[in-house]
Each structure stands twice: as C-alpha cells, then as structure tokens.
C-alpha cells in the first residue's frame, strides 16, 4: 500500500495517490449512477399517484379537487416514506464502505453489506447527534445575544443586533467546519481499525484540522467550476432544442407539456441527470480524501507500511 505523509497537496490528490487497482473512481460513480437512479425509480413508483395528481392539468385547476385526492393518498405516501428510509441507508452504507475500504486498504471497487458498514452506520448516527448539537449551539450562541440587544427596541440596539448576528454567525460557522474537520477522519479510522472510533479522530488531525478545511474549499471550488460548465453545456443544448417548438404556444399548457417531452428535451435532460449523479459520487469520494490521509499518516498506527517497511 503506498505510503503518503500528510500534506496540503497529498490531501487534495489523495484519491489519485491512494494506491490499489486503477479505475477505482470510474466503477464507483458508475455504479453509483445506475443504483441511484434505481431507488429512484422505486420512489417514483411508490409516489406516482402524488406525481400523476400534480401534473394532471384538471386538477391543478382544482385546488380543492387537489388536497382531497392528496389526502386520499397520504397513507401510500407514508408507506413509501417508510420503504425508502432503510432503502436509503443500506445505499449509503454500501457506497462508504467501498470508498473508506479504497482510502484505508488499497482495495478494489465492491459493494458488500458487512460489519465495515454497519459500523459506518454508527458513525453516521454520533455525526447526526453531533450535527443537533452543533444547530442547537447556533441557537444559543447568535441567536440570544442578539435576541436581547434586540429586545431594547431602539433603532440603534436593532442595528448593533444585526451587526452582532453576521459577526457571531460566520465566527461559529468558521468553527463548526473546523470541529468536523477534527472528526472527519471517524469512518476512515473506523475502517481502519475495524472498531467504531469518533473519539480517536481528535488525536489524529492535531495540527491538520485547517489543512484539511484549505482543502475542502478548494476542492469544493473546483467541483462547482465543473458542476456549472457541465450544466451551462447541456442548459444550452436543451434551450436551443426548446425554443423553436415552444414559440407560439406560450398559452397553451398541454402544447408545452408536449414540447418539453420531445426527445430533443428529454434527450440532454436526461444525460445530464445522470452525468450531475456521476459526478456527485466522484465528488464524495474526492472530498473524503484529506480526512483519510490524515488517517493514513496517523505515526501511532500499528499496521503503517513505514512500520512494515523497517521490520522486512
């Protein structure tokens, strides 16, 4: 397994330098792609009865024909709901256990449903409490401070509020990312170590933890730059394919309908849903490299190949 030591530019390249079979990135966006856009087939099917309603041009002319027959279908729309939230999970699981074992073991590409995941799973659950905690501390940080100075009713207490909101608001958002980024490398090490570890990721990014943020900004600036070309590319093409059919029917809703289903729309629309799904994947398994770098790079671990390299 290749051995990187942490460093600004090791952590926005990692995904590169990890090591392990080649073609790792384009297996797992593909696939990733393809097993979305089945679960989201299975949601259309369980919710096609709300979808038929709103895009059936009678009743949207109807609104109270409209709740009744929304109301008549909360109880499939509450089943579905049900259905699709293990469904979801089990997705998550099977696409980060695939990503972490890649970063921390060099493997291939594969979807298994093991103890990696359902360990992951744990992980995931102390961030959700930990995200609480976090929207619970925006509360009492900005917003009673700024509730009371408020509370003096004067235009300049108002003002001084405003002020104090925007100031306390970006000095905890500042350190919110820095705090994630002190537990980013949990489900790495998780993997890791085969054991759930949250705690442990406090030691490992002492001294990465800005390092690791630096990284994640430009790696999010990046993926923003080819998010909007890809969109701006296809946002024409469907444009131009639009515009010639759409003129003149401007008050017709079923004419329009109609235009927006030909295959000169349907077409770019639907390479690009799928190409923005792929790139979502790649994206996700990019952004989590600094965190397992830092993981990599931890001196303390027994299995590091430095370690294996002394004693051969």
């Known amino acids: ?90 997705f998550w699981m099977l696409f980060e256990g695939a990503n972490q074992r890649r970063y921390m073991r060099a493997e291939g590409f594969r979807l298994q449903l093991g103890a990696d995941e359902w360990r992951l799973l744990v992980v995931a659950l102390i961030w959700f409490g930990l995200f609480i905690a976090l929207y619970l501390g925006m509360i009492i940080v900005v917003a009673l401070p700024v509730g009371i100075i408020a509370a003096t009713g004067s235009g300049e207490g108002a003002a001084m509020a405003g002020l104090l909101a925007l100031v306390l608001a970006i000095a905890y958002m500042v350190f919110a990312l820095w705090l994630a980024a002190r537990f980013s490398p ?87 849903m799928v190409g923005f799904i792929f790139l979502q994947a790649c994206w996700m398994h990019i952004f989590s490299g600094p965190a397992a770098l830092a993981a990599r790079a931890d001196p303390q671990w027994a299995d590091n190949p430095a370690i294996d390299e002394t004693f051969v």
Do not use: C
């Not at 290749?2 to 797992?28: C, I, M, Q, V, W």
């Open 1 to 90: 397994m290749t051995h990187l030591d942490f460093s600004f530019d090791n952590a926005l390249f990692h995904f590169r330098r990890t090591g392990g079979p080649k073609e790792f990135l384009l297996k797992y966006g593909a696939t990733y792609a393809v097993l979305y856009l089945l679960m989201s087939a299975v949601n259309l099917w369980l919710h096609w009865p709300m979808f038929a309603m709103m895009f059936n041009l009678d009743m949207m002319n109807d609104p109270v024909a409209m709740e009744a027959a929304m109301m008549g279908q909360m109880g499939r729309v509450l089943l579905g709901y049900l259905l699709m939230l293990p469904l979801g999970l089990a």
């Open 186 to 272: 949990a489900a790495a090490l998780t993997v890791r170590d085969r054991s759930i570890r949250f705690g442990k990721a406090w030691r490992v990014t002492k001294g990465k933890a800005w390092t690791i943020v630096g990284s994640w900004i430009v790696l999010m600036l990046i993926m923003m730059v080819v998010f909007f070309v890809f969109y701006l590319i296809f946002a024409v093409a469907m444009v131009a394919a639009l515009m010639p059919v759409i003129g003149g029917i401007e008050d017709d809703p079923t004419a329009i309908f109609s235009a927006m289903a030909s295959p000169g729309i349907i077409l770019p629309g639907a390479i690009l």
